[in-house]
T-cell receptor
Framework: GIQVEQSPPDLILQEGANSTLRCNFS?????LQWFHQNPWGQLINLFY???GTKQNGRLSATTVATERYSLLYISSSQTTDSGVYFCAVEQSTGNQFYFGTGTSLTVIP | ETGVTQTPRHLVMGMTNKKSLKCEQHLGHNAMYWYKQSAKKPLELMFVYSLEERVENNSVPSRFSPECPNSSHLFLHLHTLQPEDSALYLC???????????????FGPGTRLTVL
C-alpha cells in the first residue's frame, strides 16, 4: 500500500507564530484531505485538496500531486489550534484510503 | 441532528459481551465507513459500504461484524473482543462514490471502546 508520512511528528508553537506541516506520499493519489483532531477525538475537515491551493481564514493548503506532497500552513496560531493534524490520501489504484501518522501541535499562550 | 452522529460515545465491555456501535449520517451521502484508531497508530480503514453494499473489508477479524441497513445507518456488531481491540472507533460518510470513489469524508465524534 501507499506510505503517508507527516512531518514534524510534534510541534510546539508560541501563540501568534506561523507553521508549515508537511505530508509526503509514496504513490499517485486521487484525493487528499487534511483533518484536525481535537482533544475529544473529533476529526474536523480542514481541506479537500487533491491538487492546487486553497485558503480558509488563517489556514491554507497546497498539494503538488506530481511531486507527491501536500503542505498545510497555519498562520497566527491560536491555542485552539492545538491537536493532531492528519492528512489522508486515496491511492489512485486499489480503492484504499490511508491516513498519515499525524502532527501533534501544541500552541502555548 | 446534523452531520454524522455516533452512539454510544463511550463503551466498556467484557470479552464475553456482545455490543453494537451505531452511526447515523444526516448528509444525504451514499457511502459510509468504519475506522479504528489505536494509540500511536494511524487510522485504519475497516469497512466501506457504498449504496448499502460492502465494498471493502480490510482483513478485519470476524469478531467485528458490520451492518448497513440503509444509506443513513451503519452498525458495527462486536462479540468476544480482545483487550487489544480497545480503541476509538470512527464512522465517516461521503457523497457520490461513483465520482472519485471516496470523495470528501465527514467523520462522526467516535466511540471510545474499552475491552476488559
Amino acid at each position: 500500500g501507499i506510505q503517508v508520512e507527516q512531518s514534524p511528528p510534534d510541534l510546539i508553537l508560541q501563540e501568534g507564530a506561523n507553521s508549515t506541516l508537511r505530508c509526503n506520499f509514496s504513490d499517485s493519489v486521487n484525493n487528499l484531505q487534511w483533518f484536525h483532531q481535537n482533544p475529544w477525538g473529533q476529526l474536523i475537515n480542514l481541506f479537500y485538496i487533491p491538487s492546487g491551493t486553497k485558503q480558509n481564514g488563517r489556514l491554507s493548503a497546497t498539494t503538488v500531486a506530481t511531486e507527491r506532497y501536500s503542505l498545510l500552513y497555519i498562520s497566527s496560531s491560536q491555542t485552539t489550534d492545538s491537536g493532531v493534524y492528519f492528512c489522508a490520501v486515496e491511492q489512485s489504484t486499489g480503492n484504499q484510503f490511508y491516513f498519515g501518522t499525524g502532527t501533534s501541535l501544541t500552541v502555548i499562550p | 441532528e446534523t452531520g454524522v452522529t455516533q452512539t454510544p460515545r463511550h463503551l466498556v465491555m467484557g470479552m464475553t459481551n456482545k455490543k453494537s456501535l451505531k452511526c447515523e449520517q444526516h448528509l444525504g451521502h451514499n457511502a459510509m465507513y468504519w475506522y479504528k484508531q489505536s494509540a500511536k497508530k494511524p487510522l485504519e480503514l475497516m469497512f466501506v459500504y457504498s449504496l448499502e453494499e460492502r465494498v471493502e473489508n480490510n482483513s478485519v477479524p470476524s469478531r467485528f461484524s458490520p451492518e448497513c441497513p440503509n444509506s443513513s445507518h451503519l452498525f458495527l456488531h462486536l462479540h468476544t473482543l480482545q483487550p487489544e481491540d480497545s480503541a476509538l472507533y470512527l464512522c465517516a460518510s461521503s457523497q457520490d462514490p461513483l465520482a472519485g470513489f471516496y470523495n470528501e469524508q465527514f467523520f462522526g465524534p467516535g466511540t471510545r471502546l474499552t475491552v476488559l
